[in-house]
């Protein structure tokens, strides 16, 4: 069974409490529990990592190339400007479908740049809770298509 890795990164912890006129009211673990239902209905495994530390979501990314065949990841605010993640991202060989819950280009120029975006298979932007549902679908496409 293939299995993606869902990684949320600093302050998505927070989800549900932290500026929900921002992002909304669902908690990281309703939005789990939804892409469980998700990775079920698909016969996919999903799984889970969140830190509010870089260098934590480089090691987790580094030691997934091998387990798993798809990642779905928020970084949060590492994303306008982490190249260290980018090249983690690049490095892995394994398709990142890179989400954020809010449209990142219509909340200010720092968040126009999209550093990881060069290294991702693709992009998921201003759905909500819905963001993180619309890319575990479309790693669960790609790794379907991959097996074809």
């Known amino acids: 069974m293939a299995k993606v890795l869902v990684v949320y990164g600093p302050n998505l912890n ?66 306008h400007y982490s190249y260290a993640l980018r090249d983690a991202i690049a490095a892995i060989r394994i398709p990142v479908i890179e989400v954020h819950m809010t449209n990142v280009l219509a909340r200010g120029e720092f968040r126009s740049t999209l550093a990881l975006a060069p290294a991702c298979k693709g992009m998921v932007f201003g759905f909500g809770a819905n963001s993180f549902v619309l890319g575990l679908r479309a790693a669960i496409e790609l790794i379907r298509s991959e097996a074809r």
Request: charged letters at 30%; aromatic letters at 4%.
């Open 14 to 79: 927070l989800l549900g409490e932290r500026e929900p006129q921002v992002y909304g009211r669902d908690t990281m673990e309703e939005i789990n529990s939804r892409l469980r239902e998700l990775a079920s209905r698909e016969d996919v495994e999903v799984e889970f990592f969140q830190s509010n530390s870089e260098g934590d979501i480089i090691d987790r990314l580094q030691a997934a190339r091998k387990t798993v065949a798809a990642v779905v990841l928020n970084a949060g605010a590492l994303s």
